[in-house]
């Protein structure tokens, strides 16, 4: 017998418990037969306004990020998804493998994370070697980002970092607010513009803006539940969401 609903595949995913953007917009993405289930990272949301605020989110995020793990693999998930995206890309692309097999060993299942996800995707569409991030961070988690991507081979011609009063503010973020931030980044040497923070609702408008701009734009939460679908062989095509979850 297998879940009535999760026929599939059952998603375990693990999220900051401020984060109000990932859960609807993975469950927008849902195919039939693949369920999401949500287990969250406890956190206060206090106020984001230094570096040193930031390192302490990420601090606070590492205190219980394995009990949620916990939590979640008792309802016995075949895949972990990380839906938050910070700590991924801590400590450039080698800390971003040793999270991963960490997290692995403590869940026992396969894991997809943001920053492996968002490197799958620039392969998919190819040639992609110069790129500009959009995040919600302050300049220390936009240093980790840049170093992400350069180890991964990445030339980063510019970081657009937003920095949010609080991890709960992230959600508050218009539409209107990442537009401007698109365009502001938007270069004819850009290859592809990426956005980070999972806490950013941009699904929508990053499918939106590839289209006029006629390159892709990657939203992390779209790059993110996309490999994990095709890391369990779903190769479900989903509209609404841009180029990487309709073609590829």
């Known amino acids: 017998m297998v879940d ?25 993405m849902r195919p ?6 949500f287990s969250r990272i406890v956190i ?3 106020a984001v306004g230094s570096d040193a605020d930031f390192n302490q989110l990420i601090a606070n995020i590492r205190k219980t990020m394995m009990d949620s793990i916990d939590a979640v693999m008792t309802c016995s998930p075949g895949h972990l998804v990380m839906g938050m995206s910070a700590e991924t890309f801590w400590d450039g692309k080698q800390g971003s493998i040793d999270l991963q097999r960490r997290v692995e060993e403590r869940a026992g299942v396969g894991v997809t994370m943001g920053s492996d996800a968002c490197q799958a995707a620039l392969n998919a569409y190819g ?25 991964c081979g990445y030339d980063v011609a510019a970081i657009k970092g937003l920095k949010c009063p609080s991890p709960m503010l992230i959600a508050h973020v218009s539409e209107t607010e990442l537009r401007d ?3 502001e980044l938007n270069d004819p040497s850009v290859d592809a513009i990426v956005q980070v923070g999972t806490n950013l609702a941009m699904a929508r408008l990053a499918g939106i803006a590839e289209f006029w701009l006629g390159k892709p734009v990657i939203a992390i939460n779209t790059a993110t539940y996309w490999y994990a679908l ?19």
């Open 44 to 46: 206060p949301d206090d």
């Open 181 to 183: 931030a698109i365009i």
């Open 127 to 151: 040639n992609i070697k110069r790129i500009a991030v959009v995040t919600p961070y302050m300049p220390v988690g936009d240093q980790q980002v840049y170093r992400f991507f350069t180890d």
């Open 230 to 248: 095709r890391k369990n062989g779903f190769t479900d095509k989903i509209q609404g969401f841009g180029s990487l979850l309709s073609k590829f």
């Open 32 to 37: 039939v037969g693949v369920t999401n289930h």
């Open 4 to 28: 009535s609903l999760g026929y599939r595949m059952k998603f375990g995913v693990i999220a900051p418990s401020t984060n109000t953007s990932v859960q609807p917009e993975f469950d927008a």
